[in-house]
């Protein structure tokens, strides 16, 4: 059974750091491609930041040059370090693993920026 737990959200000011981890368990993801995603209430869950299997990023044009994704497949861990954080970066932060159509998510994590 495949499980994603997140850790690292919490209260910080705004310009402020967070780090947010998740371990994946139940399978071996280096194959898969491995992402951070965000809902704010009311909205859509949205990519924030991908890491491919090659190691190729992907990040969405609000967190570029702020926030920087990793992975490592030896502990099956993804990572997301966020700086410069703003109060629209407050939001449910979502770990989810994937390869084709098979997906898995994370419980989510609380990230509030206050300004």
């Known amino acids: 059974q495949v499980q994603l737990v997140e850790s690292g959200g919490g209260l910080v000011q705004a310009g402020g750091s967070l780090s947010l981890s998740c371990a994946a368990s139940g399978g071996s993801f280096a194959t898969y491609s491995m992402g951070w995603y965000r809902q704010a209430p009311g909205k859509q869950r949205d990519l924030v930041a991908l890491?491919?299997?090659?190691?190729?990023?992907n990040y969405a044009d609000a967190v570029k040059g702020r926030f920087t994704i990793s992975r490592d497949n030896a502990q099956n861990t993804v990572n997301l370090q966020m700086n410069s954080l703003k109060p629209e970066d407050t939001a449910v932060y979502y770990c989810s693993v994937r390869r084709g159509f098979i997906a898995y998510w994370g419980q989510g994590t609380q990230v509030t920026v206050s300004s």
């Open positions: 890491v491919y299997s090659s190691g190729d990023t």
